[in-house]
């Protein structure tokens, strides 16, 4: 009953702090609620302020962590214990003894208090075909789908492939693998039947759940054949559900089920298994430094919890907000802010099927204005090409209801943090940059909108968010630049044998790993105010429009290259085998095609330099940071070249690197 107190309540503002948040309101154009800065059982423990409140979740985290997940979780059985890890060991284990369903904490307590209420908006690939789903509505479709997994055969603890493009019935099979006690596995709808295919048998799916063809930018792309060549290569599957998203009829075999019409046969009601706390609720791949992307595994109820905190108040996100996360359900993005942080939330969360160019560079902002939507999230690559296009297709349409926007994927430079907030908030609303990665679950650091002190320097992350410490290398330096660790201890981190691999990074000098931290593969700068700024990956992860690929991955596919990041696209050097007498053009249509079959068309290269070898180390390693100098055109600044093997090397790649230009 405080609580809601707390909830409802729009404070007087009198004392000096109260000042600032005027100051802080009207540069906002709006008013403060403090409730929305605060997750509010924790505010009745001695705990004012927005800094307070980040202290006590990291110092006392057990009653800060146990104190949310009871109020904002709906348990079936209470938890015992908060968390239970020791990170040196691998272990992570949040709020044992409780049991719990995502899907009922997704859909049913919704639908308890506000049925007709709109969960998702399906924004289709034609622009005012946008499509409309009730709670009651999308918990139908999950208990029919539901009740359909289970008559095919799935059961508590299988993983079933889901293969499809943004669409309510995605989602629908996201949230009846929860309701049944199945784990998913999105594999995002622009890999290739190999990458699909690697993905199914490494998840062992006896079941894929895919579409007769996507629709994307007024192009049809026929995912249901991708499968069938996938499913070829995969013992494991024993059935392909195939939705229709389109009216033309594909081939089907005896495998395939046609999945509207069976789950029309199937009940309104499928009851909901209760799962333990740390029950795998779904992998999802993703690129690492070496070999085959991973599957990295979350769990139950620290992964709701942290996606549905972080969704409310990194957004500042209320009741009756429509949120428009525009990224596909296939990466961990959608996956938290599209559907489990804003569902959890009684939220209305945007699908959106389209691209940021389709009819026209005006797509978003019609779309927001139509919508009405009042939390965009999106990404700097497509920020930055929009920004291309001039602010007129900004300005024609109205975006009065927007009220935060969202950055994610990769570092957002300043041109296009100001022309985000200049032009598509018209200077009004906050600008949130937020830092995380699959392993993290959700955001880890960003701005706090609804902070009463919060200042928000373009291009930076700014803040640690509840319950998260981010150490740069050198833990002595307060400011400066440095790797970014992330202490593991927060409820939405990976979890299982996979945290092995993360718990054993040794700083150079350093003998033994960092406990308790892992290494983020990210560097940043941190002010003296404290403030974070994330410069981009260290290690051998590129990022390729805010999507990750491993270098490892690519060469993989093509043998003896290797692929440095450039600005927005993929530069490959090749080292040719003797015998090749090959012309480049040629070559490069080649690797071209090979990457796109092997993992995705996103991934294809956009440079390629022939090169005789490659600047290694005397003991074998490859210089990546000079390449990168050299393709950068920052030649001047190479670095140490001591301990450089062959010195001909890099002035060949420089000669080359000319000529092509
Ligand atoms: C990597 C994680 C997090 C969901 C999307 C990508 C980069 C992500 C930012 C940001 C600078 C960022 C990092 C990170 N990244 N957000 N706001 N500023 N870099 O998830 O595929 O797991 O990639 O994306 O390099 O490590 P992911």
Request: proline share 5%; aromatic share 8%.
């Amino acid at each position: 009953m405080m609580c809601s107190l707390w909830r409802g309540t729009l404070l007087t503002l009198t004392s000096s702090l109260n000042r600032r948040v005027f100051q802080c309101c009207r540069q906002l154009g709006r008013s403060y609620n403090i409730a929305s800065c605060m997750p509010e059982a924790v505010a009745f423990q001695g705990v004012s302020d927005h800094s307070g409140l980040y202290k006590f979740s990291v110092n006392e985290s057990d009653r800060f962590w146990g104190a949310v997940a009871r109020q904002r979780l709906s348990w079936i059985s209470p938890f015992h214990t908060v968390q239970n890890c020791d990170f040196s060991q691998g272990k992570i284990k949040w709020f044992e003894g409780g049991k719990l369903n995502v899907s009922v904490n997704c859909l049913d307590r919704h639908v308890q208090t506000c049925p007709e209420r709109v969960a998702l908006i399906w924004e289709r690939d034609e622009p005012g075909t946008e499509v409309k789903i009730t709670y009651r509505q999308l918990l139908e479709l999950t208990c029919r789908l539901g009740n359909l997994l289970k008559r095919q055969g799935v059961r508590r603890g299988d993983c079933v492939t889901i293969y499809m493009p943004p669409c309510p019935l995605a989602m629908a099979s996201m949230l009846a693998c929860a309701r049944i006690g199945a784990a998913h596995n999105v594999v995002f709808a622009g890999f290739s039947s190999e990458a699909l295919a690697d993905r199914i048998r490494d998840a062992q799916s006896s079941t894929v759940i895919t579409v007769n063809q996507g629709v994307r930018g007024g192009k049809v792309v026929d995912l249901k054949r991708t499968v069938d060549q996938a499913v070829q290569n995969c013992p494991t599957v024993q059935q392909v559900l195939v939705a229709m998203r389109t009216e033309n009829t594909v081939p089907m075999t005896d495998r395939d089920v046609p999945l509207e019409e069976e789950m029309m046969k199937e009940d309104v009601v499928c009851e909901p298994v209760a799962m333990d706390s740390e029950d795998v609720l779904f992998l999802l791949y993703t690129s690492g430094s070496t070999g085959k992307p991973k599957g990295l595994v979350h769990t139950q109820a620290g992964y709701l919890l942290y996606t549905s905190l972080t969704h409310r108040y990194v957004f500042n996100y209320h009741d009756g907000d429509v949120f428009g996360c525009v990224a596909d359900i296939g990466w961990i993005t959608g996956h938290s802010y599209i559907v489990y942080g804003p569902l959890c939330n009684g939220g209305t969360t945007v699908l959106f099927e389209s691209t940021p160019v389709y009819p026209n560079p005006g797509r978003y902002w019609e779309m927001v204005e139509r919508l009405g939507i009042n939390q965009f999230y999106g990404a700097p690559t497509a920020i930055r090409l929009l920004l291309k296009y001039g602010d007129e297709w900004v300005q024609n349409y109205n975006r009065s209801s927007l009220k935060t926007l969202g950055s994610v994927g990769e570092p957002i430079n300043t041109e296009a943090w100001e022309w985000y907030h200049r032009v598509v908030g018209d200077g009004r609303c906050p600008v949130v940059d937020t830092w995380w990665q699959t392993e993290t679950g959700g955001i880890c650091i960003a701005p706090r909108p609804a902070d009463p002190e919060a200042e928000i320097v373009p291009g930076m992350a700014m803040h640690p968010f509840y319950g998260i410490k981010p150490a740069l290398l050198d833990t002595e330096v307060v400011t400066g630049d440095g790797v970014v660790l992330q202490s593991a201890q927060f409820p939405a981190f990976l979890r299982l044998r996979l945290a092995l691999c993360y718990n054993q990074y040794c700083p150079l000098n350093c003998a033994t790993p960092l406990l308790g931290f892992f290494f983020t593969g990210d560097g940043a700068h941190r002010s003296k105010e404290g403030y974070y700024q994330i410069i981009g990956r260290l290690d051998d992860v590129i990022n390729v429009s805010g999507h990750r690929l491993g270098t490892a991955e690519l060469e993989d596919v093509v043998v003896c290259t290797i692929i440095i990041m450039f600005g927005l696209g993929v530069y490959v050097f090749v080292v040719l085998k003797k015998a090749v007498m090959v012309e480049e053009d040629v070559l490069a249509q080649q690797l071209r095609e090979m990457v796109s079959r092997s993992i995705a068309k996103y991934a294809c290269p956009d440079f390629i330099q022939v090169v005789r070898c490659l600047p290694k180390t005397r003991s074998g390693k490859i210089m990546r940071r000079v390449l990168r100098k050299v393709v950068e055109r920052n030649t001047d600044e190479l670095g140490d070249l001591s301990t450089l093997d062959d010195p001909d090397s890099v002035h060949e790649v420089i000669r080359g690197h000319r000529r092509l230009r």
